[in-house]
């Protein structure tokens, strides 16, 4: 077989085999409705709130804080459409960012169509909000300030604290897409003033297709799924028991290892950032070079097209990403990119890569030795680069 290398954890990660042995008895064995009043499956509800503590303590949260989703995006929606509705009699503004993910950015231009006002804050070259711009985007009616952990494309890690203190300050929600942070960055959603916070468990090592929303005590917030009580009637729906099993044992595992893994991954990145800059010409990093996720490194190559970059790189077996997963086969170039002020053709050449814990030195050397000859091939091809290169000459 030829080589594999998978470096685009941002857009998923590989279920745990721990997490996915945990799970199996939820299907074949212990399948019970965790509604049902028989202790077959009342057992179930149990496990249920085991897995739910097991969140809470991570995150500094209360056991009954914790709502299961099926989800980051379903979390997102959650958290801006149902507050949206519930504090509809003291506002209808809310405030984010450029760079958020498209489960915040399309669902808030869903809202405006629904008469909601949104601010959009711009963020500086490196991704990063400025509270101060935050506090400036405060009227009368807003409600919400919601504003992401972490960028998902160029691994910027937003000053939350200073954001949540912000919104407590002026009695304002302060809701956060953690997706990428959560399990990767310590995180006290106390220590933090965070009211709201979205997870989802695909991105750190459990399985896709649940997640969940931490909602602080007090928060009037509307249920989203309507039917069944589950959820404390905020949620509807038969509980996924197998996926907040490996939610939770996902979440227990990735939690006693965060510091080290942190540790690691970023020793890693920052080899892998000094060699890219050091050896490729013209290539810039994207992000904030110290405020940024362990695992996350995004450059940009000038002269190079992102797409037939990362086919190349798929030849040789190496999986990375232009940006975000969601946005691939698009042409349009990354919304955080041009947020950050790259003009259109270098946002075009962009590449991200997210290491894990399995990620090693020799991976990253393959990597970077391929990406040289890669950028080098592509490059002769560019008639931008010729000129370019002639221009140079003659300075
Ligand atoms: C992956 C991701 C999401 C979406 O989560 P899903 O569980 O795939 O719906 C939302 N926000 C960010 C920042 C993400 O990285």
Redesign the pocket.
Known sequence: MGKFIYLDN???TKTDPKVVEAMLPYFTENYGNPSSVYSFAAANKEVESEQREIIAKSLGAKTNEIYFT???????NWALKATVEAYADKGNHIITTKI?????LHTAQYLESKGIQVTYLDVDENGLVDPEAVRAAIRPETILISV?????EIGTIEPIKEIGAIAKENGILFHT????AYMHVPIDVEELHIDML?A????FNGP????FLYIRKGVKIRSFIHGGAQERKRRAGTENVPGIVGMGTAAKLAYATLDERAKYESELRDYLIDRVLKEIPYTRLNGDRVKRLPNNANFSFRFIEGESLLIMLDMKGICTSSG???TSGSLDPSHVLLAIGLPHEIAHGSLRVSLSEETTKEDIDYLVDELKKIVARIREMSPLYEDFLKKEKVK
């Open positions: 941002a857009a998923t099926a989800g980051g995006s379903e979390s997102d958020e993910h498209h489960a915040i992401m952990f972490a960028n998902n897409d953690a997706v990428q979205s989802s468990a695909h991105k896709k297709g649940i997640g975000s997963a969601c």
